[in-house]
């Protein structure tokens, strides 16, 4: 529709559907098969959460064994830029894994506790802690984020059970306990390892929003980038990510169709505005930059897609659907401050909605099953 009615680039467009779509439509038919596959096979259901956690030991056994090459542990912001990871990876990917940690822990916490049960929550827990530490490693200020916000939710999920729920209470409360100290501990190590920018937060996203007064979001090279209220210079990401995230909203109200790139709109629409500038194809939030790309149609659809799998799958009172919650649960905000609407992770994205639309489509599939 949007390439036929409202190209402002007939030809990249439709390159764009034989290459990123394409591959988007073939992960969206994986995703969906195998939403399936998991809910009558629990042995393939073993081996996908083992895997959830792949990209967190693969990053921090490359950071564990380069420490052990040069005989001290490595600053995370060295570790980040000299070897194979992007933050993103390791934000984005352990995101996932949390998320479904969580759904995991709180499903297993409505049951009696038994000597297993506390052997699966182990398990968990310790997922949970070493995606919040290949995020760490990699000083991923957004992987940090997302960790902390997934546990926040899930100490929420543990309170209400300790409320509403007349079992295992002093049990539940060692859960949350544990839960809270880790978090103290991930953000006291973070503030001290992480680029700056979490201490002037506030003041830097005050100058950053302020696009006509401070214009160096246009290209901060050979221009002084503005002093915050602390009289300091702004962290460098933080003005640069909130400056293109406000251009990017006034931009989609001015294009409310959008562009038409998965790739590049912002740039492209600047270009279009007639705006001078040196910036990246995307403004660093997924649904700034999708908005820009296929306008507000475009992000109240696959808004209302992950508020379907949040809504839906808590209603349906299922495991599988359980996990559909919590994967929107983690897309939703963190589309918000990572560049997600990008190449593999726009794509991988669509992959893990169709895995929890899937799984909703799917509920009551094992009973209707032959024996």
Known sequence: MHLIFFSYDFELELKQFTSLWLRAIVGIIIGFSLGFALRINSRRKILFFIALFATSLINLAIYTYQSYIQGVWIAPNSFVTAYYFNKIE??????IAIAISAAQILLTLKQKL??????????????IVLALLSSLVSSSKNGVAIGIYLCLML????????????INRLKLAVVLFLIFGFIVVILNSHKSTAS????????????AVQVDKYPQWKSHIGLT???????????????????????????????????GLVNNSFKKILDLDGVDHVVPGQVHSGWIDFGLAYGIPGILLLFSCLLALLVLGLRAKDEFCFMSTWLALMLIPFCLIAEMSYKQYFESMLFFVALGCSWLASTGIEKRLPK
């Open 90 to 95: 390791a934000a984005y990917f352990g995101g």
């Open 114 to 127: 038994t000597l297993r049960s506390w052997v699966v929550l182990f398990f968990w827990g310790v997922g």
């Open 155 to 166: 100490m929420l999920g543990v309170s209400y059970q300790l409320i509403f729920f007349k």
């Open 196 to 207: 700056q920018g979490w201490d002037t937060l506030f003041q830097d996203v005050h100058i």
């Open 225 to 259: 980038l503005p002093l915050n209220s602390s009289g300091k210079t702004v962290a460098l990401n933080t003005y640069e990510r909130f400056a293109w995230a406000t251009v990017g909203v006034t931009l989609i109200a001015k294009y409310p169709l959008g562009y």
